[in-house]
């Protein structure tokens, strides 16, 4: 499927390290909390942990967790405020304490004029990603710039077709976060690594290395068009040699960008990993 050309293993260590954060409890997996975080404990002991960033739960279903740990085992946490502003900052302080669960991070829509309050109320090393819709671009995302701890999120899918954004509207705030130097994460509809329609659904689903790719480019200052065009793309063969001509520098400045994405698989993104021949074996250890 892919190229005879090689990659960097380094590069695509750098480039693919920590990209996958699981949210097996979110659609369309939506897999019972009870199952869902042994899964995740065994997955990060498996051959390609290395790829797997945190265990992506909602505060509402937070008391549900805490029992299914055993005392000696930690779990690397992000929290999403399904519940508002107020249930997260409660949700910080009950996570406080509690030595197995490593909070790193909060997802949240932007709170509008309290983003101050959500700023300041960060725990320790937490950080937050605040999602903006598309159509909010021009306004919102201005207001996370500078600040250190505050990243954008952007929905990338959904379960139905007007979830799904254009490339011209992915490109766009890919090019808006470079300019203001705002880093951004994906949730949703990236469970495959390349641009495809799903046969079931009907929807055109973005694929995670072409967000990969136009991250690349708009973080090396190209323009909305180019990064449009990468996103548009359905070859996989070409797409698999351009991540291999990607260097540790390309690499690192991309996730610079691109923090990683939700899915609630992990096996799928691997498995087209896998078939492009993208599969570092720094990160299969």
Known sequence: MAGMSTADPGALGVLLAELIDDAAL??????????????????DASAHSGLLGRFLCPVSKLPDLRPLLDEDEDLRLGL????????????????????????????????????????????YGVEAYIEIAPADLRSLLPTLTGRELLHAKLRTGGLTAEAFPTPLAVAEFLVGCADLEVGLKCTAGLHHAVRHTDPETG???????????????????????????????????????????????????????????????????????????????????
Do not use: M, W, Y
Request: proline share 6%; glycine share 6%; aromatic share 4%.
């Open 26 to 43: 979110f659609p369309p997996g939506d897999a019972p909390i009870a199952e869902a975080v042994p899964a995740h404990l065994v997955l």
């Open 80 to 123: 999403i405020a399904d519940t508002g502003l107020d249930g997260l900052l409660a949700a910080f302080e009950a996570v406080d304490g509690d030595d197995r669960l490593i909070l790193e991070t909060a997802e949240i829509r932007h709170p509008a004029e309290r983003l101050d309050l959500l700023e300041d109320r960060l725990p």
């Open 203 to 285: 929807f055109t689903h973005h694929g995670f290395v072409n967000v990969l790719l136009a991250a690349a480019r708009a973080s090396d200052g190209a323009e909305i068009e180019d990064v449009q065009e990468v996103l548009a793309v359905t070859d996989a063969t070409a797409l698999a040699d351009a991540v291999k001509a990607l260097t540790v520098e390309d690499a690192a400045r991309t996730r610079d960008l691109f923090h990683g994405f939700g899915s609630c698989s992990f096996q799928e993104p691997i498995d087209d990993l896998t078939a492009l021949g993208l599969l570092p074996g720094s990160l299969n250890d």
